[in-house]
Nanobody, 123 residues
């Protein structure tokens, strides 16, 4: 099994930046896709971004140009750099692991979720 632990959430004003981290432990060998979902109060969990083992990445339209995903395979860690934050980015952000980019975006075949980290953006 794999465990995913997120960190880096917090409160920031609109226009500010935060960097989320997700460290994987346990069964980390293999070519997995890592990604982020988020869930705002009263809304469904939605895809944010994902990155494959060979650094192919995908982003939700709502975050393109503002968020950047990256990974350090040696540290089994994935990062989400969030710039130009907006109040509508306020949500709990979850780290996930999956098998392919396409499947992860559709929330299919995910084998691990983190516990979530709260991001609050004030206007």
């Amino acid at each position: 099994q794999v465990q995913l632990v997120e960190s880096g959430g917090g409160s920031v004003q609109a226009g500010g930046s935060l960097r989320l981290s997700c460290a994987a432990s346990g069964r980390t060998s293999g070519s997995y896709v890592m990604g982020w979902f988020r869930q705002a109060p009263g809304k469904e969990r939605e895809f944010v971004s994902a990155i494959s083992a060979n650094d192919n990445s995908a982003y939700a339209d709502s975050v393109k140009g503002r968020f950047t995903i990256s990974r350090d395979n040696a540290k089994s860690t994935v990062y989400l750099q969030m710039n130009s934050l907006k109040p509508e980015d306020t949500a709990v952000y979850y780290c996930v692991r999956g098998l392919t980019l396409a499947q992860l975006i559709r929330k299919n075949l995910l084998d691990a979720w983190g516990q979530g980290t709260l991001v609050t953006v004030s206007s």
